[in-house]
Protein backbone atom coordinates (compact mmCIF):
# COMPACT_ATOMS: atom_id res chain seq x y z
CA UNK A 1 0.00 0.00 0.00
CA UNK A 2 1.09 3.33 -0.96
CA UNK A 3 0.80 5.68 1.95
CA UNK A 4 0.88 9.49 1.24
CA UNK A 5 0.67 12.11 3.65
CA UNK A 6 -0.43 15.97 2.37
CA UNK A 7 -0.22 18.87 4.75
CA UNK A 8 0.02 22.59 4.33
CA UNK A 9 0.56 25.83 6.19
CA UNK A 10 -2.10 27.36 7.67
CA UNK A 11 -2.42 30.99 6.90
CA UNK A 12 -1.34 32.49 10.40
CA UNK A 13 1.42 34.96 11.10
CA UNK A 14 2.76 32.74 13.85
CA UNK A 15 1.32 29.56 15.48
CA UNK A 16 2.76 27.76 18.29
CA UNK A 17 2.11 23.96 17.91
CA UNK A 18 2.55 20.18 19.90
CA UNK A 19 3.01 17.82 17.64
CA UNK A 20 2.11 14.26 18.12
CA UNK A 21 2.73 12.76 14.50
CA UNK A 22 4.78 13.89 11.84
CA UNK A 23 2.34 16.29 10.91
CA UNK A 24 3.15 19.72 8.66
CA UNK A 25 6.05 20.97 6.67
CA UNK A 26 7.81 24.24 7.38
CA UNK A 27 6.22 24.34 11.01
CA UNK A 28 8.26 21.09 11.55
CA UNK A 29 8.03 17.08 11.87
CA UNK A 30 10.11 16.67 14.90
CA UNK A 31 7.78 14.43 17.38
CA UNK A 32 9.74 15.98 19.99
CA UNK A 33 9.77 19.90 20.39
CA UNK A 34 7.10 22.11 19.75
CA UNK A 35 8.12 24.20 16.90
CA UNK A 36 7.18 27.71 15.76
CA UNK A 37 5.62 28.81 12.29
CA UNK A 38 6.10 31.91 10.37
CA UNK A 39 3.54 31.70 7.76
CA UNK A 40 3.29 33.93 4.59
CA UNK A 41 7.04 34.87 5.01
CA UNK A 42 9.40 34.91 1.91
CA UNK A 43 12.21 33.14 4.58
CA UNK A 44 11.79 30.70 6.94
CA UNK A 45 12.82 27.61 8.33
CA UNK A 46 11.64 23.95 7.72
CA UNK A 47 12.42 20.59 9.42
CA UNK A 48 11.87 17.14 7.85
CA UNK A 49 11.71 13.81 9.29
CA UNK A 50 13.98 11.73 6.23
CA UNK A 51 14.57 9.07 9.04
CA UNK A 52 13.27 6.22 6.75
CA UNK A 53 15.14 4.69 4.06
CA UNK A 54 11.20 3.49 2.36
CA UNK A 55 10.14 7.26 1.86
CA UNK A 56 10.87 10.58 -0.01
CA UNK A 57 9.64 13.71 1.05
CA UNK A 58 8.45 15.94 -1.49
CA UNK A 59 8.56 19.46 -0.98
CA UNK A 60 6.76 22.56 -2.84
CA UNK A 61 7.38 26.27 -2.23
CA UNK A 62 4.76 26.99 -4.63
CA UNK A 63 2.03 26.25 -1.95
CA UNK A 64 4.38 25.59 1.05
CA UNK A 65 3.08 21.97 1.33
CA UNK A 66 4.72 18.41 1.58
CA UNK A 67 3.91 14.86 0.94
CA UNK A 68 5.59 11.54 2.51
CA UNK A 69 5.54 8.68 0.02
CA UNK A 70 6.40 5.55 0.32
CA UNK A 71 8.64 3.21 -1.86
CA UNK A 72 6.98 0.40 -2.47
CA UNK A 73 9.00 -2.88 -3.57
CA UNK A 74 7.18 -5.95 -5.48
CA UNK A 75 7.48 -8.70 -3.15
CA UNK A 76 8.14 -11.31 -6.07
CA UNK A 77 9.51 -9.22 -8.65
CA UNK A 78 12.11 -6.92 -6.37
CA UNK A 79 11.37 -3.93 -8.53
CA UNK A 80 10.54 -0.73 -6.74
CA UNK A 81 8.02 1.99 -7.42
CA UNK A 82 7.17 5.53 -6.30
CA UNK A 83 3.58 7.10 -6.48
CA UNK A 84 4.90 10.82 -6.87
CA UNK A 85 2.83 13.70 -6.03
CA UNK A 86 1.70 15.84 -9.16
CA UNK A 87 2.90 19.18 -8.17
CA UNK A 88 6.19 19.20 -6.47
CA UNK A 89 9.76 21.10 -6.31
CA UNK A 90 12.53 19.00 -4.31
CA UNK A 91 12.17 15.61 -2.89
CA UNK A 92 14.70 14.25 0.36
CA UNK A 93 15.42 10.66 0.92
CA UNK A 94 17.67 10.70 3.87
CA UNK A 95 20.37 13.17 2.95
CA UNK A 96 19.93 12.75 -0.72
CA UNK A 97 18.09 15.64 -2.74
CA UNK A 98 15.79 15.17 -6.00
CA UNK A 99 14.61 18.42 -8.50
CA UNK A 100 11.59 18.14 -10.16
CA UNK A 101 13.77 19.48 -13.59
CA UNK A 102 15.42 21.76 -11.56
CA UNK A 103 19.01 22.74 -11.25
CA UNK A 104 21.49 23.59 -8.59
CA UNK A 105 24.61 25.40 -7.62
CA UNK A 106 27.31 25.68 -4.63
CA UNK A 107 27.72 28.91 -3.35
CA UNK A 108 30.66 30.04 -1.42
CA UNK A 109 28.26 31.44 1.47
CA UNK A 110 27.27 30.00 4.91
CA UNK A 111 24.61 32.34 5.73
CA UNK A 112 21.22 33.00 3.41
CA UNK A 113 21.70 36.61 4.87
CA UNK A 114 25.31 36.82 3.39
CA UNK A 115 23.85 35.61 0.08
CA UNK A 116 21.18 38.17 0.35
CA UNK A 117 24.14 40.52 0.74
CA UNK A 118 25.51 40.14 -2.56
CA UNK A 119 22.98 41.13 -3.86
CA UNK A 120 23.75 38.74 -7.14
CA UNK A 121 23.96 35.20 -7.65
CA UNK A 122 27.20 33.03 -8.17
CA UNK A 123 28.89 33.42 -11.66
CA UNK A 124 28.37 29.36 -11.73
CA UNK A 125 26.40 27.18 -14.11
CA UNK A 126 23.48 25.08 -12.57
CA UNK A 127 23.78 21.29 -12.92
CA UNK A 128 20.82 18.96 -13.17
CA UNK A 129 20.32 15.64 -11.42
CA UNK A 130 21.56 12.62 -12.51
CA UNK A 131 19.78 9.12 -12.87
CA UNK A 132 21.49 6.73 -10.85
CA UNK A 133 20.49 3.00 -10.95
CA UNK A 134 21.20 1.83 -7.52
CA UNK A 135 22.60 4.59 -5.33
CA UNK A 136 19.46 4.99 -2.96
CA UNK A 137 18.98 2.68 -0.19
CA UNK A 138 15.38 1.54 0.38
CA UNK A 139 16.09 -1.16 3.16
CA UNK A 140 18.88 -2.06 4.93
CA UNK A 141 17.51 -5.49 7.11
CA UNK A 142 19.55 -7.55 5.21
CA UNK A 143 22.78 -5.39 5.29
CA UNK A 144 25.29 -8.43 7.75
CA UNK A 145 23.97 -10.52 5.02
CA UNK A 146 25.41 -8.29 2.34
CA UNK A 147 21.72 -7.88 0.90
CA UNK A 148 21.23 -4.13 0.59
CA UNK A 149 18.16 -3.31 -1.77
CA UNK A 150 18.18 -0.49 -4.04
CA UNK A 151 15.76 1.81 -6.14
CA UNK A 152 16.79 3.99 -8.92
CA UNK A 153 16.49 7.45 -9.16
CA UNK A 154 17.24 11.19 -9.97
CA UNK A 155 19.89 12.60 -7.85
CA UNK A 156 21.37 16.13 -7.56
CA UNK A 157 24.95 15.37 -6.86
CA UNK A 158 25.81 19.14 -6.57
CA UNK A 159 23.19 19.77 -3.14
CA UNK A 160 23.79 16.45 -2.36
CA UNK A 161 27.40 17.32 -1.20
CA UNK A 162 25.84 18.74 1.71
CA UNK A 163 26.94 15.81 3.83
CA UNK A 164 29.55 13.34 3.66
CA UNK A 165 30.32 10.63 5.91
CA UNK A 166 33.42 8.25 6.43
CA UNK A 167 34.63 5.73 8.87
CA UNK A 168 32.16 2.84 10.75
CA UNK A 169 30.47 3.90 12.97
CA UNK A 170 29.74 7.11 10.20
CA UNK A 171 31.17 10.27 11.15
CA UNK A 172 29.34 13.09 9.10
CA UNK A 173 30.75 16.26 8.22
CA UNK A 174 28.22 19.05 6.53
CA UNK A 175 29.72 22.05 3.72
CA UNK A 176 28.05 24.41 5.85
CA UNK A 177 27.37 26.07 2.15
CA UNK A 178 23.81 27.59 0.98
CA UNK A 179 22.89 25.97 -2.44
CA UNK A 180 20.03 27.19 -4.80
CA UNK A 181 18.22 25.45 -6.25
CA UNK A 182 16.59 26.85 -9.58
CA UNK A 183 12.89 25.32 -10.30
CA UNK A 184 11.44 24.18 -13.16
CA UNK A 185 9.79 27.73 -13.35
CA UNK A 186 12.53 29.73 -13.61
CA UNK A 187 12.32 30.85 -9.90
CA UNK A 188 15.09 29.87 -7.26
CA UNK A 189 14.91 28.74 -3.52
CA UNK A 190 18.15 29.11 -1.23
CA UNK A 191 18.99 26.17 1.13
CA UNK A 192 21.01 26.09 3.96
CA UNK A 193 20.88 22.43 6.01
CA UNK A 194 21.35 23.49 9.49
CA UNK A 195 21.06 20.12 11.32
CA UNK A 196 20.83 16.84 10.36
CA UNK A 197 19.81 15.32 13.37
CA UNK A 198 16.92 15.80 15.96
CA UNK A 199 17.36 16.46 19.43
CA UNK A 200 18.05 12.90 20.69
CA UNK A 201 21.29 12.12 17.95
CA UNK A 202 18.74 10.44 15.86
CA UNK A 203 20.10 10.82 12.25
CA UNK A 204 17.46 11.34 9.01
CA UNK A 205 15.79 14.70 10.89
CA UNK A 206 17.11 17.68 9.01
CA UNK A 207 16.63 21.11 9.48
CA UNK A 208 16.60 23.86 6.81
CA UNK A 209 16.58 27.29 6.28
CA UNK A 210 15.34 28.71 2.98
CA UNK A 211 14.47 31.55 0.97
CA UNK A 212 11.47 31.26 -1.78
CA UNK A 213 11.44 33.06 -3.83
CA UNK A 214 15.04 34.08 -4.37
CA UNK A 215 15.48 37.81 -5.11
CA UNK A 216 18.06 40.52 -4.86
Known sequence: MIRKTVNRLLPVIVLNLTLTSCDGMFEGLYDDEVPTVKSGMESGQLSIN???YSQWVYINFHDKSFVNVDIVT??????????????????????QVK???????????????DLK????????????????ENNVIVDLSGMMSGNVKYCSSNIND?????????????????????????????????????????????????TCSYEYPLTF
Open 50 to 52: ASS
Open 74 to 95: DSVTGKTSIDEPKEWDIAIHKF
Open 99 to 113: TNNGSDIETEYTKLA
Open 117 to 132: AAKQLPDSTFKPDTWY
Open 158 to 206: VVGRWISSSGMPPTYTTTNKVYVIRLEDGSDVALHFDSYMNNDGTKGYL
